[in-house]
């Protein structure tokens, strides 16, 4: 037997040993009188002295046989989800239009709503995978999707009744600024199985209305947490993302603190990250954090979030979760949609048409295009292979390693440390 190679330790105040281990999720606190058997595994004598424990790490996957190579599970595992053909994703931008002109943003706004001819091959696509398939995921996007909320409405209509003529499983999700929603709108998202909604506030109003205006530079905070307050009256499901920066990254309690002052609660929260990762959105460069700068604040923000008011956000976790793949970029079954009918493997590529992998009606061919994703492999570094973050950063984000000769690393490392610092404050000695 022998200790995983995904396990991070941490020696507590008392001198018990926290140990995580980053492949199962799982976190031990072994008792210090015990923890020689960590160094002292293979001897003999320890593994009578210790038997308890020793089976105890076992059953959990802290310690594992000598014949196991988790590395090849993982990708094997990376495998398994790439080549997943039971599962459909695409994700349908029904228009690049705004309504808003957010001083971030990286995509080439242009006013093209889908037309019906390519509604109708959208649909033949999907007619032409739904009987090979037992789930169709769908996500709305844009531009600002609710400028073109009659193809959604369309589509989703088509979508469900061929859903349920296969008996296939159907979700759908819709990301949105939030400023056109209103109640015949949410009502509309019920009948259409949307089932919940992403919306962005970048800090109180006085910091959002800086960064997320409308076209005629009016700002969009009031109106957008109005309409917040009527999907959580309504019990939609909710998630509000946050894009942090060096100029904001500090006020996002203030928003936590007027949140939960107009008990704005059961929400979930996610914190995106600002990177200048087009042309379209080089001017901001100066103000992202890093990656690495990015995860710590992260964490601090939501630890501390957590820590005030604990029942504000559902879902605020502090580490990303084991996970078999990155992001559907490097999945077979997996693609974006622009209004014009492009198709994409990855959101920052939308509405640029030399990263585009197909045309829907099969007249323009990429194909290096998807290749180049698809043969994406985190494994070929040895940093990643040998690196206990692996099975949570499984190489990182696609898009930004195949822009750079050398993998552009995650740092999970440090946002594990940060990780043990937080449960080794909550540990009660």
């Not at 957010?102 to 009987?131: A, E, H």
């Not at 080089?282 to 604040?297: A, Q």
């Not at 000769?405 to 995650?410: Q, V």
Request: hydrophobic letters at 30%.
């Amino acid at each position: 037997m022998k200790l995983s190679k995904y396990n991070a330790y941490r020696t507590l105040k008392n001198k018990d040993i926290l140990i995580y281990n980053t492949l199962s999720g799982g976190l031990f606190i072994l008792p210090k009188e015990h923890a020689q058997l960590i160094n002292n595994l293979e001897k003999e004598k320890n593994k009578k002295r210790e038997i308890e424990y020793i089976a105890k790490l076992t059953a959990e996957k802290y310690i594992i046989d000598d014949e196991i190579d988790e590395l090849e599970i993982i990708k094997y595992q990376y495998l398994l989800s790439q080549y997943d053909k039971d599962n459909l994703n695409l994700t349908i931008c029904p228009t690049m239009a705004c309504n808003m002109k957010c001083i971030y943003c990286y995509q080439d706004k242009k006013p093209k709503i889908m037309n019906d001819d390519i509604r109708r091959k959208i649909l033949t696509y999907v007619k032409s995978n739904i009987k090979r398939i037992k789930e169709l995921n769908i996500s709305w996007f844009g531009g600002e999707p609710l400028l073109a909320f009659d193809t959604i409405s369309y589509l989703s209509k088509s979508f469900i009744k061929l859903c349920e003529k296969y008996n296939v499983k159907y979700n759908a999700y819709i990301i949105s600024n939030g400023y056109l929603l209103n109640n015949e709108t949410i009502d509309n998202f019920k009948k259409l199985k949307i089932n919940g909604i992403q919306i962005t506030l970048d800090g109180p109003k006085e910091i959002h209305d800086k960064k997320r205006i409308l076209n005629n530079g009016n700002g969009t905070y009031d109106k957008i947490l109005e309409n917040i307050i009527l999907l959580r009256d309504k019990k939609f499901n909710v998630n509000i993302r946050i894009n942090i920066d060096k100029n904001n990254y500090k006020y996002i309690y203030e928003l936590a603190d007027e949140l939960n002052s107009k008990k704005i609660k059961g929400l979930s929260i996610s914190l995106g990250h600002l990177q200048a990762s087009t042309e379209a959105c080089k001017s901001i460069s100066s103000s992202c954090f890093t990656v690495g700068e990015y995860l710590l604040n992260q964490h601090d923000i939501l630890k501390n979030i957590n820590k005030k008011y604990p029942k504000l956000f559902k879902k605020s976790i502090l580490i990303s979760e084991k996970q078999s793949i990155y992001c559907g970029a490097v999945k077979i079954n997996s693609y974006a949609i622009d209004a014009e009918g492009y198709m994409y493997k990855c959101w920052n590529d939308i509405g640029n048409k030399n990263k585009s992998i197909y045309r829907i009606d099969n007249t323009e061919d990429n194909i290096m295009n998807l290749v180049n994703y698809l043969n994406f492999n985190p494994f070929k570094y040895q940093d990643c292979n040998n690196c206990v973050a692996l099975p949570i950063c499984v190489g990182g984000c696609p898009y930004n390693n195949l822009r750079n000769e050398k993998i552009k690393c995650t740092r999970y490392n440090d946002l594990i440390e940060k990780y043990l610092d937080s449960v080794q404050d909550n540990y009660k000695i």
